[in-house]
C-alpha cells in the first residue's frame, strides 16, 4: 500500500496574451509495509469438554478484542514516534490542563490543525483523565449557562469542543496489566496526518493436536501505519502525571 501526495500547483495572473509560467510539480511517496499481529490460545480437551461452548467463546472473543487494541496502540506509537517530545514543533507539554497547558493552547492547536488538514475530520482522542480534564476546564471558564454546566458535571458529556469531536479510548491492557494508552496525553489529529493500511481481515485456524490432547486456536492480522503529516496533529503531554 502506498500514500503519494501531490503538491507544488501554481496558478498565476497574467496580462491577455502573456506566458503562464511552467509549474513545478512535487510528490511526497510513503510506502506502508505490513506487520503481522496475532495470536494463540489452548486449553486441554478434557477442560473445554466440561464446557467448550462458554469456554471457547470467551477465549476467542478475548483474542479479538486484543488485536483491536494492539493496532490501536500500534498507531499511537506511530504518533509518538512521529512527535517525539519538546523541540518538535508538533509537540506540546505543562502540567495540568487550563493550567500548565491553558485552554487557549488547546484552542490555538484545534485552529492549527484544521487548517492543515485537507480532509477534515479533527478529533481530539485520549484516555477518560485527558478527555474529563478538557471538560472540566471548559466548565470552570463559565463559557456555558450553568445549566449546561450542570449537564457536564452530571453527565461527564461534553461530546464535542469548538466544533471537534472528543473521542475518549478504552483503557485496554495487556495480560500483565500494562495500558495500551498513556493516561497522561492526547492527541488533536486531522484524518488525513495518517493512514492505516489493513490488508484483509482476521485470518484464523483452530483444531486440536494430532497426537495430542489440547484445542488450539490461532488468529493474525495484518497492518501498517505512517504518520506523514504529523504537522496536521499536537501531542499533548500534561507532566503533572504519570503515563
Given at each position: 500500500?502506498?500514500?503519494?501526495?501531490?503538491?507544488?500547483?501554481?496558478?498565476?495572473?497574467?496580462?491577455?496574451?502573456?506566458?503562464?509560467?511552467?509549474?513545478?510539480?512535487?510528490?511526497?511517496?510513503?510506502?506502508?509495509?505490513?506487520?503481522?499481529?496475532?495470536?494463540?490460545?489452548?486449553?486441554?480437551e478434557a477442560e473445554m469438554r466440561?464446557?467448550?461452548?462458554?469456554?471457547?467463546?470467551?477465549?476467542?472473543?478475548?483474542?479479538?478484542?486484543?488485536?483491536?487494541?494492539?493496532?490501536?496502540?500500534?498507531?499511537?506509537?506511530?504518533?509518538?514516534?512521529?512527535?517525539?517530545?519538546?523541540?518538535?514543533?508538533?509537540?506540546?507539554?505543562?502540567?495540568?490542563?487550563?493550567?500548565?497547558?491553558?485552554?487557549?493552547?488547546?484552542?490555538?492547536?484545534?485552529?492549527?490543525?484544521?487548517?492543515?488538514?485537507?480532509?477534515?475530520?479533527?478529533?481530539?482522542?485520549?484516555?477518560?483523565?485527558?478527555?474529563?480534564?478538557?471538560?472540566?476546564?471548559?466548565?470552570?471558564?463559565?463559557?456555558?449557562?450553568?445549566?449546561?454546566?450542570?449537564?457536564?458535571?452530571?453527565?461527564?458529556?461534553?461530546?464535542?469542543?469548538?466544533?471537534?469531536?472528543?473521542?475518549?479510548?478504552?483503557?485496554?491492557?495487556?495480560?500483565?496489566?500494562?495500558?495500551?494508552?498513556?493516561?497522561?496525553?492526547?492527541?488533536?489529529?486531522?484524518?488525513?496526518?495518517?493512514?492505516?493500511?489493513?490488508?484483509?481481515?482476521?485470518?484464523?485456524?483452530?483444531?486440536?493436536?494430532?497426537?495430542?490432547?489440547?484445542?488450539?486456536?490461532?488468529?493474525?492480522?495484518?497492518?501498517?501505519?505512517?504518520?506523514?503529516?504529523?504537522?496536521?496533529?499536537?501531542?499533548?503531554?500534561?507532566?503533572?502525571?504519570?503515563?
Amino acid at each position: 500500500i502506498t500514500v503519494s501526495e501531490v503538491y507544488g500547483t501554481e496558478v498565476f495572473w497574467v496580462a491577455y496574451g502573456g506566458q503562464v509560467d511552467e509549474t513545478v510539480m512535487s510528490e511526497d511517496v510513503y510506502e506502508l509495509r505490513p506487520d503481522y499481529v496475532g495470536f494463540h490460545v489452548s486449553q486441554s480437551e478434557a477442560e473445554m469438554r466440561r464446557s467448550f461452548g462458554p469456554n471457547s467463546q470467551l477465549l476467542v472473543q478475548s483474542a479479538v478484542k486484543q488485536i483491536d487494541a494492539a493496532i490501536s496502540h500500534r498507531l499511537f506509537r506511530t504518533f509518538q514516534v512521529a512527535i517525539p517530545g519538546p523541540g518538535h514543533d508538533s509537540f506540546i507539554q505543562g502540567a495540568g490542563i487550563g493550567s500548565g497547558i491553558p485552554m487557549s493552547v488547546i484552542d490555538a492547536a484545534v485552529d492549527e490543525v484544521d487548517d492543515e488538514s485537507i480532509e477534515g475530520g479533527t478529533a481530539i482522542v485520549g484516555r477518560r483523565r485527558m478527555v474529563a480534564a478538557i471538560m472540566d476546564a471548559v466548565r470552570d471558564s463559565n463559557e456555558f449557562t450553568p445549566a449546561r454546566n450542570d449537564e457536564i458535571a452530571r453527565t461527564g458529556l461534553l461530546g464535542s469542543y469548538r466544533g471537534v469531536p472528543l473521542i475518549q479510548l478504552k483503557n485496554s491492557r495487556d495480560r500483565n496489566k500494562r495500558s495500551y494508552f498513556p493516561k497522561n496525553e492526547l492527541l488533536i489529529v486531522a484524518r488525513d496526518a495518517s493512514k492505516v493500511g489493513l490488508w484483509g481481515g482476521l485470518q484464523t485456524k483452530e483444531g486440536t493436536e494430532q497426537f495430542g490432547w489440547r484445542w488450539h486456536y490461532i488468529g493474525r492480522r495484518s497492518a501498517g501505519f505512517v504518520v506523514h503529516r504529523p504537522e496536521a496533529a499536537r501531542r499533548i503531554v500534561d507532566t503533572s502525571a504519570t503515563p
